[in-house]
């Protein structure tokens, strides 16, 4: 049984910074694509970062780039997004997401419960 278990979320004043952690379990973690998307209130899902599993090749959204930074360690079975340079506009549930294949290719297979991140004007 796939479990995938986000952490790291919270407020945070604009300008600031959060790191957000997922930890997953009952996979091959290395065979596995990993990735961020992000659902605000209101509004569709939207993809943020994906790393695949070697770690050296990354994807990014457009309203991230620059700002972001997704990294995996494989023996910990732990993928982070560093999020710099937070804007209000960056609020929202973030979901860790894995599939064995590139998720741009199409909805990943397993999904966490997903973290609030709230960033304060």
């Known amino acids: 049984q796939v479990q995938l278990v986000e952490s790291g979320g919270g407020l945070v004043q604009a300008g600031g910074s959060l790191r957000l952690s997922c930890e997953a379990s009952g996979l091959t973690f290395s065979n596995y694509y990993m990735a961020w998307f992000r659902q605000a209130l209101g509004k569709e899902r939207e993809f943020v970062a994906q790393?695949?599993?070697?770690?050296?090749?990354?994807s990014y959204g457009n309203s991230v780039k620059g700002r972001f930074t997704i990294s995996r360690d494989n023996a910990k079975k732990t993928v982070a997004l560093q999020m710099n340079s937070l804007k209000p506009e960056d609020t929202a549930v973030y979901y860790c997401?894995?599939?064995?294949?590139?998720?741009?290719?199409?909805?990943?297979?397993?999904w966490g419960q997903g973290t609030q991140v709230t960033v304060s004007s």
């Open positions: 997401a894995v599939d064995l294949r590139t998720v741009l290719a199409g909805t990943p297979r397993y």
């Open positions: 790393i695949n599993w070697s770690g050296g090749l990354t």
